[in-house]
């Protein structure tokens, strides 16, 4: 049985490790996949696009449990979610917002299950853990609590927007990654050839490309990401920062003749 | 079997892998579970916290190996310990003085286990991977060396203490987490309810939350952690760089009466 | 069947989990180990030293996989190589460098097993997951593709030279460790005993020493590193931090009277 691991904890402190061993005391022949542990503090969102762009890949049966829970301790609910195959067990405060389209969503309510533990503040190691295990060891989801409706989404940005007869598409900067890519909402599909003219943080981008190595030193360039949307890069250093672009940002690409 | 690593060999060189393989060519049947790879380097105490909070969730049976070194090629002894069902191995420079009470320790004496290796500087690969490997496939722990009832410990702070009649707690700043929290050994049994006053880094917190959720922007709080004792957050930031505290400053906390 | 990971992904996005989950779904009896996902971002070289230091240490028949890919989406070829028992996967960019020597190199060209997927970024989760993951499958490398023997090599530095008329030892900084020891490719055998004189980034070096203990606070020392060759140590503090020392300085030592 495999179980991937989403969190905040960074791995300085104990708290990874408490997840882990709870995992492996209450389901012995689980296999453990760390996903990242280094999701910035609280951001529920970063968290996320994390799991939708990993956990797709994994077999039918996984289970994903993601803890980035600032409302810890909070009568915030914790969700198990069964969608495309996949088990996902995290508090609800929209990190499963990819996956709640045509999903099944439950409010896990079984203190039965909880382990007794000081303080309220490590819900990944005292009711996450014991709840994914119990996922692992068979329990049906439906068991769990009562199926709901109204899971927590999070306030997406307006969602990206082709308006074929000017021949502009406009999105929004949904993330930044390692290597300074800033990684856009926007089809693949709808920019498919030059000209074409991004604007994004106040700079202008006017090159199309397929793949890192192509790029012109210095040069900015749109290029096809692995989640399939429009990503700016630049070669060789992080076109994030050499441009000024922030997640959030909004995008404008004017395509065809309007972007001569 | 499950074998847990600690060290603070970051993540960025061969050393854990160097590390991992030795364990899976000599053990291949582990289950090899990272608690962390990121201790400061040479901070044997952060090691021994981490490995404090997390050992104890793991199964009986399992092998926590835990390699922070800085005496490595000298002749501080190496460790085996059998403590509450666990077993671990570690240098003893203090790593381990938490599960060293009421445990079964022995210094390990079998150069015929360790490999042969250019150097003194890698006696994780070197020697404790094959120590830990031993335990893994069965070798009785009495037959690594002799037992010893001397192990080194780390110097401890003043335990905290409690002056019920003068209703003022004391301890000290044993950790600060990946999100700022300033984790103390006062035990939150001793703090119970407002009126608190404490005084930690120049600071002054007068609040008692139970979630972090619950804490007023900018406002500091005691709290009951993980390991249930106090600790000081600020919501949404770091407690300890905004108050300036610092892992081992004392607390003082005023109760009842005196902290009005 | 052990499959290790070598990469410069990071772990703050959905990279590692997505090239992680695809190895699970195609391999699904495969136990992952991760060696490095913090190689510098296309620091190919850094990489290849990893793997140098950690997968001799695993189990005959690992497959090795190590994804770092500037060239992502070129023409750049994709390498599966068999060496000294152990199976390696990676891009023609220098990566396997160590590995070359009385091997077996196969230049892959196998379309039918790569994933369709958007972009051209990502060979990670869809070229090499799925080649690996035929390896662990049994798949015969020489059925991977046709084999060649031009794999492209890093540009080494001058090889290290040892002028015993001279008594003189010159080599190269090939990296700094996450402690700030500087690691060279002079053998320490060449370099036995004092007096010595080392010169590397503008300080000068004159002890030897076997670990780190040994060591005088602010006197910096050689000491024979995890290699088997002379690294520049100070105790307690980055060595090369202190002394300025980069990878690829050069670095000569003088023996004997010569030091004097």
Redesign the interface.
Known sequence: M?L?L?T???????????L???L??LA?SV????????????DVA?AS???????????LG?VHLAVVD?????ARRMLAVAASGHLFVAPDNGLLTPFLEHASVYSVERPDLYLD??????HG?DRFAPIAAALLGGVPIEHLGPRIDDATRLVAPPPPVRDDRRGVVTGNVV?V???GNAVTDIP?SWVRAEPIRATVGGAQVARLA?????LEPGVPAL???????V?IALR?QSAAAALAIRRGDAITIELGALAR
Chains 1, 2, 3 share one sequence.
């Open positions: 495999v991937t989403t905040d904890f960074g791995t300085s402190d104990w708290y990874v490790g408490a882990k061993g709870t492996v005391r012995p296999a453990l996949v760390d996903l990242s542990h280094d999701i910035a503090p609280g970063a696009l994390v799991l939708a762009g990993a956990a797709p890949t994994f077999p996984t600032p409302g810890v301790g909070t533990a000081p303080g309220q503040t490590f190691r993330h990654d390692r290597y693949a397929t793949h890192y190595a192509e290029i096809v990401g692995s989640l399939g949307t990503e060789g």
